[in-house]
């Protein structure tokens, strides 16, 4: 699997190296990109996988969180004071929030990290489900095409199955095929 991208969007450049270097101990530690509050407008959603907020100038913060309103996005918000985090919370629903108290990075790392497995595990998902429904309608496809042609001798694997004087065929109980003739 690619290696995560942690984009940083900070104005102290403190907060930037405190959260990479704690994170740096971390056995799966993603890659991370810095940004400055001012600068995160017309944001590549493929460039990162989340996005953790924090030390950004309070005019700008509610433009920088708009910004960052991208589907399948999460965004994590580390906030100083208790008043601003509800703040941003009441603004923006579906920010994770993180009030700064002792212990602050511990907690962004282990939430940070939760999040982007979840977004991992999502990705596997969507992707077995379109492998499932490729192989639904190659599926159909095959059943159509042995409904086309009921003369056609069956697979050799489907013989081996159902040995019976039936159409081996794993239509819907609708097919009319008949079963193949036999041959001498």
């Known amino acids: 699997m690619d290696q995560a991208t942690a984009l940083i969007i900070s104005d102290d450049p ?3 190296r405190l959260v990479m270097d704690r994170w740096q ?3 799966n ?3 991370f990109t810095l940004m400055s509050g001012d600068l995160c407008h017309d944001l590549d959603a493929d460039a990162f996988d989340m996005a953790i907020v924090g030390a950004v100038n309070p ?3 509610p433009s920088v969180l708009r910004a960052l309103d991208l589907p399948g996005k999460p965004v994590l918000l580390a906030c100083k ?8 919370r009441h603004a923006h629903p579906g920010v994770r929030i993180l009030q700064q108290h002792p212990g602050w990075l511990d ?11 979840l977004g991992q595990a999502m990705a596997r998902a969507d992707g077995a489900e379109q492998a499932g429904k490729s192989l639904e309608r190659q599926a159909a496809l095959g059943r159509y095409s042995c409904c086309l042609n009921p003369d ?4 050799r694997r489907a013989r081996k199955l159902k040995p019976s004087a039936t159409w081996p065929c794993a ?8 079963p193949p003739s036999k041959r001498n």
């Open 14 to 16: 403190d907060f930037s």
């Open 25 to 27: 101990g971390e056995r």
């Open 29 to 31: 530690a993603p890659a």
């Open 59 to 61: 005019g700008i913060l």
């Open 81 to 88: 004071t208790k008043p601003s985090a509800q703040e941003a």
């Open 107 to 117: 907690t962004l790392v282990l939430v940070s990290a939760e999040v982007l497995r």
């Open 152 to 155: 056609r001798s069956p697979p």
């Open 171 to 178: 239509c819907t109980k609708s097919c009319n095929a008949s």
